[in-house]
């Protein structure tokens, strides 16, 4: 079974920046995507940003562009996300995703396997 192991999150002044990890163990294609969303208390999971095997189709959010960028080392079976300028809205808990064989224009749609969340908490 794949297993996602998150690293990262707590609590940052607004404007500062932090960086996530997520590591994929167990078995996984060789050419697998991944992604990150996040959730906010009483609101809906939302897209953040995802990523190819190759890194070299990477979606974002419109409200994290220009702000966060998703990175993955696939040696390491690990993907990033580096998240700068940070706002309040930001704050939420942040899950990382993982997808084996993505498919189809929207691919980041359909993440299969899940990470168990860290919280990320940006203050004013």
């Known amino acids: 079974q794949v297993q996602l192991v998150q690293s990262g999150g707590g609590l940052v002044q607004a404007g500062g920046s932090l960086s996530l990890s997520c590591a994929v163990s167990?078995?996984?294609?060789?050419?697998?995507?991944m992604g990150w969303f996040r959730q906010a208390p009483g609101k809906e999971r939302e897209f953040v940003a995802a990523?190819?095997?190759?890194?070299?189709?990477?979606p974002y959010a419109d409200p994290v562009k220009g702000r966060f960028t998703i990175s993955r080392d696939n040696a390491k079976n690990t993907v990033y996300l580096q998240m700068n300028s940070l706002k309040p809205e930001d704050t939420a808990v942040y899950y990382c995703?993982?997808?084996?064989?993505?498919?189809?224009?929207?691919?980041?749609?359909?993440?299969?396997?899940w990470g168990k969340g860290t919280l990320v908490t940006v203050s004013s």
């Open positions: 990523i190819n095997w190759s890194g070299g189709s990477t």
């Open positions: 995703a993982a997808d084996p064989m993505p498919y189809g224009s929207r691919w980041w749609d359909a993440m299969d396997y």
């Open positions: 167990g078995r996984t294609f060789s050419r697998y995507a």
